[in-house]
């Protein structure tokens, strides 16, 4: 084993993008900017319990998404699953992510001796560690990987942005270079910068 994570690791000096963790070796997708849109829900939402390695969140914003759920479970990481670890989330704290759908369970998934460990149930979602699928979310503002951020920095240095913009993003409204420029400037300029665009998007579809 020892030896197998040795070799990973040498594999991730030598191409780019490449990381490994203790049982994953995982290609980095891109920021959330770049990810979202392949995933099947991407959600507001409050960490509200915990077990083993799955978490449920209250959602309280869908951005996208087929859920007409108001809580949804959310599997992390166990094994070599390449996902997020679950002490990243505690309770009551508030994110922004972008989930896949659990469409089937792989053979040996579920274990009875540990229920709290699972790659878990069809209809529930997981969230990756490969890219920057989640954002740390403090009342109205979100930080993380956003847009063009470096490799593997969940939490890289940049201006909060206004959770509305990132709305206004995941529904193709503002354009990634629009959301670039938000994580350098002022909230408060932020929301007249999204308000000027919405309206002369409306006025131009009219």
């Excluded at 503002?174 to 910068?193: C, N, S, T």
Aim: glycine share 8%; proline share 3%.
């Amino acid at each position: 084993m020892r030896v197998l994570l040795q070799i990973a690791v040498l594999v991730c000096t030598l191409v780019p993008g490449l990381t490994a963790y203790a049982d994953c070796t995982c290609i980095w997708r891109g920021s959330f900017s770049k990810i979202q849109a392949a995933t099947d829900l991407v959600v507001s939402a409050t960490v509200v319990a915990s077990s083993g390695n799955s978490i449920d969140l209250a959602i309280n914003r869908q951005l996208r998404g087929d859920n007409h759920l108001e809580r949804v479970r959310v599997w992390l990481d166990t094994g070599d699953l390449c996902r997020a670890e679950a002490g990243t989330f505690e309770l009551n704290t508030q994110w922004v992510m972008a989930l896949d759908r659990i469409e089937e369970v792989v053979a040996g998934g579920f274990n009875p001796s540990t229920p709290n460990l699972s790659y878990g149930r069809v209809g529930d979602f997981s969230l990756s560690r490969c890219g920057g699928y989640w954002l740390s979310q403090t009342e109205n503002l979100v930080r993380g990987n956003l847009t063009g951020g470096p490799r593997w920095e969940m939490l890289p240095k940049m201006s909060p942005v206004l959770l509305d913009l990132v709305a206004a993003y995941v529904a193709g409204d503002i354009d990634e270079a629009a959301l670039k420029e938000a994580g350098r400037i002022d909230p408060a300029l932020q929301e007249l910068m999204l308000q000027t665009r919405l309206h002369l998007r409306k006025q131009y579809r009219e």
